[in-house]
């Protein structure tokens, strides 16, 4: 059964590629012509070049297919960007149904996000059912939650749709980088300082194997939580910092500081929106929150078994450094031990 790929060129869908590649499939990629490749360097893949708004592509694309990864997407949380962010991952995940179900397609996994989920505590961390409880103006949120129910509501008999939710992923193949920025910037032994709150992190690799397992066992119409570890942001932080042999940040970050550069940001990102993408009240409100997420649900119904946070952190530092993305020079010298 042919499987199409969209967004393969991201840190999510190149991992996603080298896991199907790496079991003896050659699925089909539709590329942007000036996607950047080095993340799917060395695979063997079937490439239309295309975009998930551009319908013909889509058309093209989906000939024979039997099923469907859709990976393709943006994160941003800015406000000046909002209709660039809905257009990808909302009306993109509309094109990409509609071309499947006029293709035939049997099965579809749609990439969400947990921001698409809400948020919870360690004592009660968030699942599939939690009331989404993010506070605030977030596009790249709205946007995510609204592609989610699109993808799940046209789950039925012709067309099975299920999502997977992945938390804060961190791996090689981060091209861009998305995610991976913070840790090229934990590399350079500059941060020194952390938010109060935490996340749900977890291994590129581990979500490209989950998002396997719900295409061969999640039931149609459902969505699964993809997570890793929850760590607050000192934990997560000093992790980084010993895999990548520099001071763990030590000095608490107030979270009055945190609102006060968001507030900063909303009034001068819109001179360069690129510049103070992550300097914005939509992105930063996040970073005293307890967001933390159970992968229970896809743990107990698919088998899914996340790995320790620190072999992704190892790999995605690996790579960066191997691509000239981090200093060749710098010694990568991890003090932590993978359990």
Not at 203 to 225: F, H, T
Not at 315 to 338: C, H, S
Request: aromatic content about 6%; hydrophobic content about 40%; some cysteine.
């Amino acid at each position: 059964m042919k499987t199409l790929l969209t967004g393969g060129t991201g840190l999510v869908g190149a991992n996603l590629a080298h896991l199907l590649c790496g079991q003896g499939e050659r699925p089909r990629l539709l590329v942007r012509e000036r996607s950047d490749r080095r993340g799917l360097r060395g695979l063997s893949y079937d490439e239309v070049l295309g975009d998930v708004l551009d319908t013909e592509s889509l058309r093209g694309a989906m000939k024979g297919v039997g099923r469907v990864y859709h990976v393709a997407g943006i994160v941003r949380f800015d406000p000046f960007t909002r209709e660039d962010v809905s257009r990808l991952n909302t009306q993109g995940t509309r094109n990409v149904l509609d071309a499947a179900r006029a293709a035939g397609v049997r099965r579809v996994v749609l990439v969400s996000s947990v921001a698409a989920v809400g948020h919870g505590t360690l004592a009660e961390p968030a699942t599939e059912e939690t009331l989404y409880n993010y506070e605030g103006d977030n596009p790249y949120h709205e946007s995510k939650r609204e592609a989610e129910r699109l993808a799940l509501e046209a789950s039925g008999p012709t067309l099975e749709v299920l999502a997977g939710n992945p938390g804060f992923v961190l791996g090689p193949y981060d091209v861009r980088p998305s995610t991976g920025e913070l840790l090229r910037v934990v590399a350079k032994g500059i941060v020194r300082v952390y938010p109060s709150g935490g996340i749900n992190v977890v291994n590129a690799q581990d979500v490209a194997r989950g998002l396997q397992l719900i295409m061969e066992k999640g039931r149609p119409g459902e969505r699964y939580i993809l997570g890793g570890e929850n760590l607050t942001f000192r934990e997560f932080l000093t992790v980084c910092a010993e895999e990548a042999g520099v001071p763990a940040p030590a000095v608490p970050l107030p979270d009055g500081v945190v609102k006060a550069v968001g507030r900063f940001g909303d009034v001068v990102g819109r001179l360069s929106p690129d510049l103070f993408q992550h300097m914005n009240t939509a992105f930063l409100q996040a970073l005293p929150l307890p967001a933390y997420q159970s992968s229970g649900k896809a743990m107990r119904e698919l088998g899914y078994r996340p790995r320790p946070v620190r072999l992704g952190i190892r790999e995605a530092l690996r790579w960066f450094q191997e691509e000239g993305m981090l200093p060749r020079d710098q010694p990568l010298t991890p003090r932590g031990v993978l359990g």
